[in-house]
């Protein structure tokens, strides 16, 4: 069943589908555009191909043009394989006849540096209006029509529908297209430098090709990250899963700054939490890569965890149970009604459990396999996988194997639910029937380990294919404002946080002794006393809060430890019973502007990395859901008897803190409460550091 189409309001991303699927191709070089004729010819284009060479009369058997301007007619897409000071006049004189796009595969532009950012500029500009894949790009294969802008071999045939990949890098596109894992390839793009066309705008094109049944996304970075989340949520609301494996992932944050937060929410962190947002499936490896997508491709996103595992031998059934398990998959018993149908066709001697060996007593027999399947697929579980291991021959008659693919792809028939049967190691699926399983719309995967990381990220998608409508794309990120960087002392800070409702404890701040015994009396021992300085980051491991202070003597003998080196305190009331203490930081991202981390505070904050990144804006159920899947969340929820947090106030904490980032976007530029403490009665913050970007003039914001 085809995915619903994306409209196009874009032009240029208009140009982008005629250039993935031209009625005429120019190709512009010597020998990697006579590749490029012979791979057309080979996938079987039926459009116009003009070679462009001025000192070659033929190639490839086709006369050729001396220069863009003889061509009969504006190209839909252009192969331009010449010197990179040359492929600028080349695209140039592409946007002067109307073409509609390019692919630029010479390299030596931004991704080099120096000059080649300015040859860059200039080729952006001389594309006007096209659309343009590269430059250092290998171009695009399109396996539904019949198109190779491919200067190379490649692997792979033609398909009525399949899965797309866009990649930035050629080579892995190119091994991409040579895989063994039977998934069928609609599309191949790749986009070197992306210098034109984005991710998204290419994103955009293949959404528009209501054959394309999933998207695969290799990564390095996003040049729009506010554009790739609008597109993104569109694939997800027409329900066209994407998987990403992004690569190039960095260590977490810069070093640098005093707050806690820019070290726990660096890049690699922030892409994660986009992905997540977005509904997009993250994976690990190229093998991940492509059993998810075939996954997706049969199946489509998954409603839930819940698996009903076949196999004819308990070592398998041990297998997925224990690899499922590390992942989150879930093996519900088996009810009633289904373990009775398969008792009838099973006998006393197999024990029923889920996963299920069904060992071999029924070997052979294709009626009664259909029926022990048919029953493991009545239960309510999300998807059905039986785990079948194929000896290594030619496409002749396998006896014994061949009943259980007929009485698999039987069952499957009768009751159409999400289905996988997967062999154990890779080499062990082979391609006819691989074949025979997609076409009954069963999913082929390969490798155990790769079948349930793919169900578990198929379960992601879903999941968030269920929230779609209140899923927010990310805002463009706010300027920081011009000025001289400040940072808030402690009171200064809280008072500001208050302001957007957030519990602070009652303080006063007092220069002396005397008036710290005087306001420790008013607020009611115990005190806290600390040293307040705007220069003074992390109090507690510099030795500047002294707690639990019980009479005035304590205040005292506190004060006198401190005012060699402080000459400003702040008394607070101690507060009682705590069951966590949390961090709430925000911090900011040229690409993705603001982002929220959640995490276990206090001063192992670093050493658990118990934490979570949102980025703003970010939604009171995503912040509830944040929580819950934290490590610490149990000391929240009654741990060993414990009183159970007010888990609305943590979010109402957590939300006031958001609030404050967000209407100080153009200012703020870290921003650390920790702890934020949770009691029995709520959640209130007892330090706060906020670093804001102020004018010149030292006005606050």
């Given amino acids: 069943m085809s995915a619903p189409r994306l409209t196009l309001h874009d032009p240029r991303q208009q140009r982008l589908v005629r250039l993935l699927n031209p009625s005429s191709i120019a190709v512009v070089g010597g020998e990697e555009a006579a590749e490029v004729i012979r791979q057309c010819r080979n996938i079987g284009y039926r459009g116009q191909l003009w070679p462009v060479n001025p000192r070659r009369s033929h190639i490839e058997g086709i006369a050729t043009f001396g220069s863009v301007d003889e061509l009969p007619g504006a190209p839909d897409a252009s192969f331009v394989a010449v010197s990179r000071e040359l492929t600028v006049r080349v695209v140039e004189a592409l946007a002067r006849r109307g073409a509609a796009g390019a692919v630029c595969y010479a390299s030596g532009f931004a991704e080099v540096g120096g000059e080649g950012i300015g040859l860059q500029e200039q080729l952006v500009a001389a594309a006007g209006d096209m659309a343009l894949l590269g430059p250092n790009c290998y171009g695009s294969i399109n396996y539904l029509d019949g198109c190779a802008l491919w200067p190379d071999h490649f692997g792979g045939g033609r398909v009525e529908r399949g899965v797309a990949i866009i990649t930035q890098s050629g080579n892995i596109a190119l091994n991409l297209t040579l895989q063994a894992h039977h998934l069928p390839l609609a599309y191949m793009v790749t986009v070197g430098n992306k210098a034109v066309s984005d991710i998204h705008d290419v994103l955009a094109a293949l959404l528009a090709d209501p054959r394309v049944t999933a998207i695969g996304l290799h990564l390095e970075g996003l040049g729009d990250v506010p554009a790739f989340s609008r597109i993104a949520l569109q694939a997800l609301a027409l329900g066209v899963p994407l998987v990403v494996l992004k690569t190039g992932s960095s260590t977490l944050g810069a070093q640098l700054t005093a707050s806690h937060t820019r070290s726990l929410a660096g890049s690699d962190v922030l892409y994660s939490s986009l992905f997540d947002r977005l509904g997009l499936a993250r994976v690990g490896d190229l093998a991940e890569f492509l059993e998810t997508l075939k996954l997706l491709h049969a199946c489509g996103p998954l409603a839930g965890k819940q698996v009903g595992s076949l196999s004819c031998s308990g070592g398998d059934a041990s297998l997925v149970a224990d690899m499922g398990q590390v992942h989150g998959l879930q093996f519900p018993s088996l009810p009633a009604p289904v373990g009775a149908a398969l008792a009838q066709v099973l006998g006393p001697l197999v024990p029923l459990n889920n996963p299920l060996d069904y060992q071999t007593y029924i070997w052979g027999d294709t009626a009664a396999l259909e029926a022990c399947f048919a029953a493991m697929m009545q239960a309510p579980t999300d998807i059905t996988l039986i785990v079948l291991d194929f000896p290594r021959t030619t496409e002749g008659p396998l006896p014994g194997w061949d009943e259980v693919v007929e009485g698999f792809v039987a069952a499957h028939a009768r009751h159409p639910r999400p289905a996988i049967l997967v062999s154990s190691l890779p080499e062990l699926m082979p391609p006819h029937i691989a074949r025979r399983l997609l076409a009954a719309g069963i999913a082929p995967l390969q490798g155990i380990r790769e079948c349930v990381l793919a169900i578990a990220a198929a379960a992601v998608i879903g999941r968030r294919r269920g929230q779609h409508a209140r899923i927010q794309a990310v805002a463009a990120p706010v300027a920081l404002q011009d000025g001289v960087a400040r940072m808030l002392d402690e009171p200064t800070a809280k008072a500001a946080l208050a302001a957007y409702g957030l519990r602070v404890p009652a303080s006063q701040v007092v220069p002396d002794a005397d008036s710290a015994v005087r306001a420790a009396e008013q607020i009611g021992y115990p005190v806290v006393l600390k040293a307040v300085s ?168």
């Fill in 534 to 701: 705007a220069q003074l980051a992390h109090k507690t491991e510099q030795g500047a809060v002294k707690l639990n202070l019980r009479d005035a003597a304590a205040v005292r003998a506190a004060v006198a430890a401190l005012q060699p080196a402080f000459d400003c305190f702040l008394v607070e009331q101690m507060q009682g019973e705590v069951l966590a203490e949390l961090i709430v930081g925000v911090s900011r991202d040229p690409q993705f502007g603001l982002s929220l981390t959640l995490g276990a505070g206090g001063i192992l904050v670093e050493l658990l990395a118990d934490t979570v990144t949102l980025l703003l804006p970010a939604s009171r159920e995503d912040i509830a859901a944040a929580l819950r899947g934290l490590r610490c969340f149990a000391l929240l929820d009654g741990y060993r008897g414990k009183p159970r947090a007010d888990i609305a106030a943590v979010v109402d904490a957590v939300l006031a803190i958001a609030a404050y980032a967000q209407a100080h976007a153009a200012a703020l530029m870290e921003l650390d409460v920790n702890p934020l403490l949770v009691t029995p009665a709520g959640a209130l913050a007892v330090d706060a550091l906020i670093r804001l970007q102020e004018p010149e003039t030292g006005a606050r914001a």
